[in-house]
């Protein structure tokens, strides 16, 4: 079965740093990966996706990932933190298993130092 | 503009009652999905949709119930069956069964006492 690993439960970065979130999945074929990020008490916003091709993918708000078959990664990455980046960061995969449902990883906390 | 409308933002209801949580998409997406959130549990999936009047169980089904009359809504109750229902609840939906890409709503914050 699939499964999605997010090894940090939380990260504080200082505002102009860079940023790199984790993220391993677990699927036999190849995935379609997605991360998603979650200000307190509101919904998911998608960030970006990946489903095949150029396995580095540009999201919004300056964030970007990358497909790493060979290490079964999917890490988010961004060159310089902002303070409004602090929020809850999700890993997901798509499972099969369940119609076109997402299997999400717990999530990763990121707090912004100034 | 096209969306996904919960309601509402915030319950509270008393142990033992039933109650439902609404979602609303004016997406014309064919799929649709209820996530429970706890905190440090990420989302977990309830039960989806994929198409009208047709709806699966998810991995913790138990003690909820859904339908889906009409391609837009597709409403959640929480019974009182349902042990620990205090949570954050999340719908989404995609565009159909061949896609994973999910827009979510804005979530329902329960709370049972």
């Known amino acids: 079965a699939q499964s999605v690993t997010q090894p940090d439960i939380h990260i504080t970065v200082s505002e102009g740093a860079s940023l790199e979130l984790r993220c391993n999945y677990s699927y036999g074929a190849t995935p379609y990966l997605f991360w998603y990020v979650q200000s307190p008490g509101q919904g998911l916003q998608l960030l970006l996706k990946y489903f095949s091709g150029d396995t580095l993918v540009q999201g919004i708000k300056g964030f970007e990932a990358e497909f790493k078959r060979s290490q079964s990664s999917f890490n988010l990455r961004k060159p310089s933190v902002h303070w409004s980046d602090a929020a809850e960061y999700f890993c997901a995969v798509g499972a099969s298993q369940a119609g076109t449902a997402l299997i999400f990883g717990k999530g990763t906390t990121l707090s912004v130092s100034s | 503009d096209g969306g996904i409308t919960q309601s509402p933002k915030y319950l509270f209801r008393k142990e033992g009652q039933n109650v439902t949580l609404s979602c609303e998409q004016n997406?014309?997406?064919?799929?649709m999905y209820w996530y429970r959130q706890d905190p440090g549990q990420g989302l977990r999936l309830i039960y989806y949709?994929?198409?009208?009047?047709?709806?699966q169980k998810g991995d913790i089904a138990e003690g909820y119930s859904v339908s889906r009359e009409k391609k837009e809504s597709f409403p959640l109750t929480v019974t009182s069956a349902q042990k620990n229902p205090t949570a954050f609840y999340l719908c989404a939906s995609s565009i159909g069964t061949w896609s994973y890409e999910q827009y979510f709503g804005p979530g329902t914050r329960l709370t049972v006492t």
């Open positions: 997406l014309n997406h064919d799929a």
């Open positions: 949709s994929q198409i009208v009047n047709d709806f």
